[in-house]
């Protein structure tokens, strides 16, 4: 089992920045990739970011790529999602999830490819 806690949402108007982090505890070493994913109402979760435990190596959505940075401390077993130039269409709960289930590849982007989830934050982006 891999537990998942989420920090760092808020409030904050477009064009500013927020950090949310990710905590991991429990069989951390089984962890192959870590994600970010996001759901606003009324919408599916969408894939935001992903980064492979070991390798650091780091995939995001088209919609962030140059605004969203996705990093890792392995060993603090925490994951960072840093966002900057917010827009309104951010706004949604972010949630980080664990893969232990691949062992190599691509880090998958679709909810169904993580096995653990956190509780979520919410992120506001007014206009």
């Known amino acids: 089992q891999v537990q998942l806690v989420e920090s760092g949402g808020g409030l904050v108007q477009a064009g500013g920045s927020l950090r949310l982090s990710c905590a991991a505890s429990?069989?951390?070493?089984?962890?192959?990739?870590m994600g970010w994913f996001r759901q606003a109402p009324g919408k599916e979760r969408e894939f935001v970011a992903a980064?492979?435990?070991?390798?650091?190596?780091?995939y995001y959505a088209d919609s962030v790529k140059g605004r969203f940075t996705i990093s890792r401390d392995n060993a603090k077993n925490m994951v960072y999602l840093q966002m900057i130039s917010l827009k309104p269409e951010d706004t949604a709960v972010y949630y980080c999830?664990?893969?232990?289930?691949?062992?190599?590849?691509?880090?998958?982007?679709?909810?169904?490819?993580?096995?653990?989830w956190g509780q979520g934050t919410q992120v506001t982006v007014s206009s």
């Open positions: 980064i492979s435990w070991s390798g650091g190596n780091t």
């Open positions: 429990g069989r951390t070493f089984s962890i192959y990739a």
């Open positions: 999830a664990a893969d232990t289930f691949r062992t190599d590849g691509t880090p998958p982007q679709r909810p169904r490819g993580y096995e653990y």
